[in-house]
């Protein structure tokens, strides 16, 4: 009981403790690599073109109408309600999943998976919002390291059971919906933050940030927290973290390269079961997506771990990287389209995947070691918004049966391209940089040292 009481009364253990239970229950999706094959089988019985050119881009559409207020409400509402919202929203979908039949309801699913996935933004926003800023960097590695522990378990647990014992995909729904329902009882226990990062109250406007530096809890009533003189001081405060965000040319680089590698990434994820199935139908072979997936999740953990242990001067070499990186994933996406071998096509996820993970992490560790935390909060979302846009660009024109509708492998022939053009962007830009550098230094050498009066 002493033990509790002291976990309960640490400023960062306890909070940090309980988020990284949910994040490992609520990521503990054990059908969610097999989505797809659900869909097309005979449970749902959807076909292949409808699930492609219909069902998915309404996640996508979805996804962009609803991102920018749920931005501004997990602030505004500090996060928590913002969290349990996330987790009732993934038990109705899973509810969905197994007892609601036809197209109409897999619509429905569809927008429901949209609020899952533009609530994730409270996940990281809640945590630095009630622990001191010394310990953000301890936290998050705590957090995604909860988050990659669920995902492995459950897509490795749903492999095991899928090809060991034949357990049927609706058992797997019914699997993960009791363990949603495990995760729904998990947030009650979160500590409520006492201030937001926007949002801050009429007494905390006008004390600004001595007040934070001096450890003051900020308090006001409802009135005070909903008036408009706490709109306009949010306004203020997120103009100048705009200015600030982007003020720099290398800080617009790496969120241009942001936008543009998450969009294709967002669409290679989305459609690569149907990739799979278009390669070896799961109505006749056995699949092994959970493993895959797996494989994916700690691919992406040593790919981050890596680059938190490679001293490498990111700031010249950086842009070179995206555009080689690039240039992998864009030959992995090209493999994917092209070949007629499903383990050529898993291998080729398993590449594209752990370089988007090693670059993005790269990303954000460049842009949040330059940012303030409100900085970095809008710029994440700002960033996100952006390739949402283009996410659904690309959805609107390739994937949509209103548009060009195309079939599954040229939709990857298509996004190979586009990873081709961002490598070749930031290779010149990168070439250029690097060259620049170079120039710059042997100049400082020739000119040697200086004395300054």
Same mark, same amino acid.
Request: proline share 0%.
């Given at each position: 009981?002493?033990?509790?009481?002291?976990?309960?009364?640490s400023s960062w253990v306890y909070p940090t403790a309980v988020l990284s239970l949910y994040g490992f229950f609520a990521n503990c999706r054990v059908a969610e690599p097999f989505l797809t094959p659900y869909l097309i089988g005979p449970h749902k019985n959807i076909s292949e073109e409808v699930v492609t050119n219909y069902l998915f881009p309404i996640w996508t559409y979805s996804y962009l109408v609803i991102l920018v207020p749920v931005f501004l409400l997990t602030d505004l509402l500090r996060y928590k309600p913002i969290i349990i919202i996330q987790v009732l929203f993934l038990v109705t979908n899973y509810v969905l999943l197994c007892f609601a039949p036809g197209v109409p309801a897999m619509t429905v699913l569809q927008v429901n998976y949209a609020v899952v996935t533009s609530t994730e933004v409270a996940y990281f926003s809640y945590i630095y919002s009630v622990i001191p800023v010394e310990k953000y960097q301890l936290a998050t590695g705590y957090l995604r390291s909860a988050m990659l522990a669920g995902y492995t378990f459950g897509a490795t647990l749903g492999q095991l059971l899928v090809s060991l014992t034949g357990m049927d995909y609706f058992h797997l729904n019914l699997i993960t919906l009791g363990i949603m329902f495990v995760a729904f009882t998990i947030p009650c226990y979160l500590p409520m933050p006492k201030r937001s990062i926007f949002f801050k109250g009429n007494r905390a406007a006008a004390v600004g940030s001595q007040s934070q530096q001096e450890g003051a809890e900020v308090t006001d009533g409802s009135g005070s927290w909903y008036s408009w003189d706490n709109v306009a001081h949010a306004r203020q405060?997120?103009?100048?973290?705009?200015r600030?965000?982007?003020?720099?040319?290398? !800080?617009?680089?790496? +969120?241009?390269?942001? *936008?543009? %590698?998450t969009a294709g990434y967002g669409q290679v994820f989305n459609y690569i079961q149907l990739m799979w199935d278009h390669i070896e139908p799961s109505a006749t072979s056995s699949i092994y997506n959970g493993g895959v997936e797996a494989v994916c999740a700690l691919g992406g953990a040593?790919?981050?771990?890596a680059v938190g242990n490679v001293k490498v001067?990111?700031?010249?070499?950086?842009?070179?990287? !995206?555009?080689?990186? +690039?240039?992998?994933? *864009?030959? %992995?996406?090209?493999?994917m389209g092209l070949t007629s071998s499903i383990w050529v096509c898993y291998a080729g996820y398993v590449i594209f995947k752990a370089s988007y993970m090693l670059l993005i992490t790269i990303a954000t560790f460049q842009i949040a070691s330059n940012l303030s935390m409100e900085c970095y909060a809008l710029t994440f979302g700002i960033n996100t918004f952006a390739a949402l846009s283009l996410q659904t660009v690309l959805t609107a024109i390739v994937v949509d049966e209103a548009s060009l509708g195309l079939d599954i492998a040229t939709q990857f022939i298509v996004y190979g391209g586009y990873y081709a053009i961002i490598s070749v962007l930031f290779l010149i830009r990168g070439t250029y940089t690097v060259s620049e550098h170079r120039c710059w230094?042997?100049?400082?050498?020739d000119q040697g040292p200086t004395t300054h009066f």
């Open positions: 009981m002493r033990c509790w009481d002291k976990l309960r009364s405060l997120l103009q100048r973290s705009f600030e965000s982007y003020s720099s040319w290398h !800080l617009i680089y790496w +969120s241009l390269w942001w *936008a543009l %590698a040593a790919a981050a771990f001067a990111w700031a010249v070499w950086g842009e070179l990287a !995206l555009g080689l990186f +690039s240039a992998v994933s *864009a030959g %992995a996406v090209f493999v230094a042997g100049q400082t050498r």
